[in-house]
Protein backbone atom coordinates (compact mmCIF):
# COMPACT_ATOMS: atom_id res chain seq x y z
CA UNK A 1 0.00 0.00 0.00
CA UNK A 2 1.07 3.20 -0.75
CA UNK A 3 0.62 7.12 0.37
CA UNK A 4 -0.85 9.31 -2.05
CA UNK A 5 -0.07 13.10 -1.01
CA UNK A 6 -3.07 15.82 -2.12
CA UNK A 7 -2.57 19.63 -2.78
CA UNK A 8 -4.38 22.20 -3.63
CA UNK A 9 -3.76 23.71 -6.55
CA UNK A 10 -7.44 25.60 -7.23
CA UNK A 11 -10.19 26.24 -4.98
CA UNK A 12 -12.50 27.50 -7.71
CA UNK A 13 -11.71 30.98 -7.19
CA UNK A 14 -7.87 31.24 -7.72
CA UNK A 15 -4.81 29.64 -8.02
CA UNK A 16 -3.36 29.15 -4.70
CA UNK A 17 0.27 30.42 -4.16
CA UNK A 18 1.24 27.92 -1.05
CA UNK A 19 0.04 24.82 -3.29
CA UNK A 20 3.11 22.49 -2.42
CA UNK A 21 4.13 23.47 1.25
CA UNK A 22 1.56 21.00 3.02
CA UNK A 23 -0.39 18.43 1.44
CA UNK A 24 -4.19 18.83 2.38
CA UNK A 25 -4.95 15.37 2.91
CA UNK A 26 -3.01 11.58 2.58
CA UNK A 27 -4.98 8.96 1.08
CA UNK A 28 -3.40 5.49 1.24
CA UNK A 29 -4.16 3.26 -1.14
CA UNK A 30 -3.17 0.25 -3.43
CA UNK A 31 -2.45 3.00 -6.41
CA UNK A 32 -3.52 6.30 -7.95
CA UNK A 33 -6.33 6.00 -9.47
CA UNK A 34 -8.07 4.19 -5.81
CA UNK A 35 -6.31 6.96 -4.26
CA UNK A 36 -8.20 9.53 -6.47
CA UNK A 37 -11.78 7.54 -5.89
CA UNK A 38 -10.96 7.30 -2.08
CA UNK A 39 -9.99 10.95 -1.73
CA UNK A 40 -13.40 12.33 -4.03
CA UNK A 41 -15.80 9.91 -1.42
CA UNK A 42 -13.81 11.20 1.68
CA UNK A 43 -14.30 14.81 0.08
CA UNK A 44 -17.71 14.76 -1.41
CA UNK A 45 -16.35 15.85 -4.70
CA UNK A 46 -17.20 14.18 -8.37
CA UNK A 47 -13.90 13.48 -10.16
CA UNK A 48 -14.27 15.01 -13.58
CA UNK A 49 -10.65 14.23 -15.51
CA UNK A 50 -6.90 13.18 -14.18
CA UNK A 51 -3.60 13.83 -15.83
CA UNK A 52 -0.07 12.06 -15.88
CA UNK A 53 2.39 14.58 -15.12
CA UNK A 54 6.40 13.91 -15.41
CA UNK A 55 7.81 11.59 -12.23
CA UNK A 56 4.71 9.82 -11.71
CA UNK A 57 2.56 12.56 -10.40
CA UNK A 58 -1.10 13.37 -11.21
CA UNK A 59 -2.88 16.38 -11.60
CA UNK A 60 -7.00 15.19 -10.78
CA UNK A 61 -10.37 17.92 -11.34
CA UNK A 62 -12.92 17.44 -9.18
CA UNK A 63 -16.83 19.13 -9.52
CA UNK A 64 -17.49 20.51 -5.84
CA UNK A 65 -21.18 21.19 -5.47
CA UNK A 66 -22.22 24.48 -3.95
CA UNK A 67 -25.12 25.25 -2.24
CA UNK A 68 -27.89 26.08 -4.20
CA UNK A 69 -27.00 23.60 -6.84
CA UNK A 70 -24.11 25.07 -7.84
CA UNK A 71 -21.32 23.75 -9.06
CA UNK A 72 -17.26 24.63 -9.11
CA UNK A 73 -14.14 22.76 -10.43
CA UNK A 74 -11.09 22.05 -7.70
CA UNK A 75 -7.92 20.90 -9.43
CA UNK A 76 -5.22 18.67 -6.89
CA UNK A 77 -1.79 17.62 -7.62
CA UNK A 78 -1.45 14.63 -6.55
CA UNK A 79 1.88 12.89 -5.49
CA UNK A 80 2.95 9.22 -4.58
CA UNK A 81 5.10 9.47 -1.26
CA UNK A 82 7.78 6.57 -1.50
CA UNK A 83 9.12 7.01 1.97
CA UNK A 84 8.67 4.75 4.71
CA UNK A 85 5.13 5.98 7.37
CA UNK A 86 3.57 3.64 9.60
CA UNK A 87 0.09 2.02 8.35
Request: aromatic content about 14%; overall charge negative.
Amino acid sequence: MSRFLFYLEYDGKRTLSNTYETPVDEVHADGVLSAISLFAAKNGLKKEENESLENGNFRVFYIKKGLFGRSKEVVYFVKQDDSEFDS
